[in-house]
């Protein structure tokens, strides 16, 4: 499983006010987190999928760290509808300062 994990390569993308942070091979999505953009400093994670053969593997956790890394360097804020998103932003201090309630 370890080098199952060390191949995952997580991409981001966005177009008109819409985007998200995704792992793909062979051209088939098989996780994604995405958010809508709300204003130029501030978006909405709406939806975390991990398909089932990459569960376990921290997957969902490494896509809500690359939004975090982006919201930091792009000094945009992360709020969140979708329910693992929003529990990990809530409950994990390091996350603080780019979580807008």
Same mark, same amino acid.
């Given at each position: 499983m370890a080098t199952e994990q060390h191949a995952i390569d997580i991409q981001h993308h966005e177009d008109a006010g819409r985007g998200g942070?995704?792992?793909?091979?062979?051209?088939?999505?098989?996780?994604?987190?995405t958010y809508s953009r709300?204003?130029?400093k501030?978006?909405?994670i709406d939806h975390t999928l991990v398909d089932e053969r990459?569960?376990?593997?921290? $997957?969902?956790? !490494?896509?809500l760290d690359s939004a975090v890394a982006w919201a930091r360097a792009s000094g945009t804020k992360l709020s969140a509808t979708c329910p693992y998103a929003k529990a990990q932003?809530?409950?994990?201090?390091?996350?603080?300062? $780019?979580?807008? !309630?």
């Amino acid at each position: 499983m370890a080098t199952e994990q060390h191949a995952i390569d997580i991409q981001h993308h966005e177009d008109a006010g819409r985007g998200g942070f995704y792992v793909e091979r062979e051209d088939v999505r098989l996780a994604e987190m995405t958010y809508s953009r709300v204003n130029e400093k501030l978006v909405i994670i709406d939806h975390t999928l991990v398909d089932e053969r990459l569960r376990g593997l921290g $997957v969902a956790r !490494r896509l809500l760290d690359s939004a975090v890394a982006w919201a930091r360097a792009s000094g945009t804020k992360l709020s969140a509808t979708c329910p693992y998103a929003k529990a990990q932003l809530e409950q994990d201090a390091s996350l603080q300062d $780019v979580y807008e !309630r």
